[in-house]
């Protein structure tokens, strides 16, 4: 070619935007094979006709916006994200569809509309260095609409997801405390709202991070080892996950319509626990039927959480309201200062909050709990007979009464301190009498 570089300039442009005009006459064919393309190819943006419907809708706008760029010379930053667009990335967070998948198709409809336009010149453009000017315009054109429109489609994406999620979790929320509150609610809106089926068995959990700081990742640790625990326990589903706060939450882990007979494996259940971190503790309900029993191991769940909550860093990785000592704890639990005055009276000096007073109580209490048997108590404590005796007769002289003497309270405030540790306790500051 003869000319100069402006020449070269106006006559490429000019191709350019001849190509993109000739191509635009067969817009819908185009539109139609890259809206299979994409779907075969992302097949998260698949779904139902109407979601088809507003990706065809996106693509055919967007290649008809990018040929309208280039054929009238309008400037990257003047163009918008056509409205076909924004209502497709609106609609894919409503469903929870990944942002990646997004920007991916339009870097798939990038490729496969620049291999045609450029297949396009070659076809009618008999100068080659016109031809090649033409197809660096195309291809400058292409990528600077991409980056300029994904970056709208996705920021209105991100903006949608986060009203999204914060009006279906008011959804939830409310929906929520009407079925712990007992409210008559239809239950299909209900299991629709939670995302979660009140027909069946449930087993209600209360979960937290005892050393959390607040952070996002420990809300996601605790919803992974839900997950754990329910696998565990044989969920035939999702478990319902609601956070009340940065490390705290309540689930329930779905049972299925048939009644649990087999007992949880505790023992499995914290090894998952403490194997998720240090920190990281959890309260069990027992396995309950239908919308009452939904309610029901929650507030188990809840009972067992308070228990453990008073405890604080005496509390086990996992707390099971099935546990008669924590049923008994949890009723205790509500008048504190009636059980300090309980332990206090019931147990005198063996109340001090030291090691040595404590083995002397778990001790005493296995000993009650065996029906007084030095030998049952041996073996549930694997010490000989003999320690068992010594520790009895040693609890019973601290105390400074007999075991029988007052049986039934003495058993509630051992069962207190065992559970409720030092909120229940005296320290030996106070007490004065130093270790047994």
Known sequence: MNGTPAELEVRAAARAAETTRRMGTGLTAIATALHTEIADAVPELGGDDVILELLRASVESNVETF??????????????????????????????????????????????????????????????????????????????????????????????????????????ASTLASLLAGSDIELGVAENALGYRLRQHHLGLIVWDADGDGAACGLRLLESLVAEVGEQVGAVGQPFFMPQDSSHAWAWIPLGRAPRTDPLNLQAIVELVTATADGARIAIGRPRPAVAGFRTSHEEAVRAHTVAAIANERAGAVTVYDDP????????????????????????????????????????????????????????????????????????????RAIDEDRLNLELALTACRWLGAAVLVSGDRDGTGRP
């Open 67 to 172: 040929f309208h760029m280039l054929q009238h010379g309008i400037a990257t930053e003047e163009i918008g994200a056509p409205p076909a667009a924004i209502e497709y990335a609106r609609r894919l967070a409503q469903r929870g569809i990944s942002s990646n998948a997004l920007v991916r198709a339009y870097r798939i409809g990038q490729s496969r509309v620049l291999d045609l336009a450029i297949a396009e010149v070659t076809r009618h453009e008999p100068d080659r260095e016109v031809a090649l000017a033409a197809t660096q315009i195309l291809q400058r054109g292409g990528f600077a609409y991409v980056d300029r429109v994904a970056e709208q489609v996705v920021a209105e994406y991100e903006s949608e997801l986060e009203r999204w999620l914060a009006n279906r979790n008011t959804v939830r």
């Open 325 to 400: 000592g924590v049923q008994v704890a949890s009723i205790l639990a509500h008048d504190l200062d009636g059980t300090r005055q309980l332990v206090a009276t019931s147990l005198g000096r063996l109340a001090v909050d030291d090691e040595p007073h404590q083995r002397l109580r778990e001790t005493l209490l296995a000993f009650l709990g065996a029906k007084s048997s030095y030998l049952a108590t041996a073996e549930v404590l694997h010490v000989h007979k003999n320690t068992v005796k010594y520790r009895v007769d040693k609890a019973a002289e601290v105390r400074g």
